[in-house]
C-alpha cells in the first residue's frame, strides 16, 4: 500500500496545527515521527488513520482519496494516545471482542499475540487491574493482531519492561520485511533511529526529514 499525504494542514478554529504537510510511505518501510508534544505527530496520525479530515489539502491510499466523513481507510490498524478497553474484560476478552468484528482471526491467532507482547501471563486479569505497561501492551496488541497493511503505533513503548520492548521492535521489523507498512511515533530517539528507515521530524506543526 502507498499512503500519500499532499499539501495537509489542520486547525482546529484558528489553532493551526499542521502547515503544508508532504509525505509518502511505502510497503516495506518504518517510518519514524519525532518531536515534542503538541507538534503535530499525533494529529497527523489521526489524520491518515481517517479520524479527522484535513483543513485542507489530501490524503490517498494507492491514488485514491478517502473522506473520513463517509469511508475510513481499510486495512489500518492503530494505536494512538491512551489505549482505551473494556475495564471489566480481560485482556484476553477485549481482544476477543475486537477480532469478532473482522472475526479474520481465531483464538490461535489472538493468543500468538499476547505472548508477542508478553502480556500471556495476564491474559485472564481485568483490564482495570492492569498496570500502565500492560494497558500499553494490550495496546499494541490490538494494532498487530490482524493482517492489517498499515500499522501506526504512536509513543508504543511508555512503560514497557525492555526485554519486552526488544521482542516488540524485532517483530515490527519481522512484519515491514513481510511488506506491512509501520508509522511509529516517539520522543525516544534510539528508538526510532533503530527502527525507522526515514525518520520525519515536527516543529510547530511544520514537517522535515
Not at 509525505?23 to 489524520?47: A, D, H, P
Request: hydrophobic share 40%.
Amino acid at each position: 500500500m502507498r499512503i500519500e499525504v499532499k499539501n495537509v494542514s489542520k486547525s482546529f478554529k484558528n489553532n493551526v496545527i499542521l502547515r503544508d504537510v508532504n509525505m509518502t510511505f511505502e510497503s516495506g518501510k518504518i517510518y519514524g515521527f519525532s518531536g515534542r508534544n503538541g507538534s503535530g505527530k499525533s494529529v497527523l496520525l489521526k489524520l491518515i488513520c481517517g479520524l479527522y479530515v484535513p483543513t485542507s489539502g489530501v490524503i490517498l491510499y494507492d491514488g485514491v482519496k478517502i473522506n473520513p466523513r463517509i469511508d475510513t481507510p481499510k486495512h489500518i490498524a492503530a494505536l494512538i494516545e491512551n489505549p482505551a478497553f473494556f475495564p471489566n474484560l480481560t485482556g484476553y476478552e477485549n481482544l476477543k471482542l475486537l477480532a469478532d468484528i473482522k472475526k479474520e482471526i481465531g483464538d490461535k491467532e489472538i493468543l500468538e499475540t499476547l505472548e508477542k507482547v508478553n502480556l500471556i501471563s495476564e491474559k485472564d486479569k481485568k483490564f482495570s487491574k492492569y498496570s500502565l505497561g500492560m494497558k500499553q501492551k494490550l495496546g499494541i496488541a490490538q494494532a498487530i493482531m490482524e493482517d492489517n497493511q498499515v500499522i501506526i503505533l504512536d509513543e508504543p513503548f511508555n512503560a514497557i519492561e525492555n526485554d519486552t520492548v526488544l521482542r516488540i521492535k524485532t517483530y515490527l521489523k519481522e512484519l515491514a520485511n513481510s511488506g506491512k507498512t509501520i508509522i511509529i511515533s516517539s520522543h525516544i530517539k534510539d528508538d526510532l533511529e533503530e527502527l525507522s528507515d526515514k525518520i520525519y521530524y515536527f516543529d510547530a506543526g511544520v514537517v522535515h526529514e
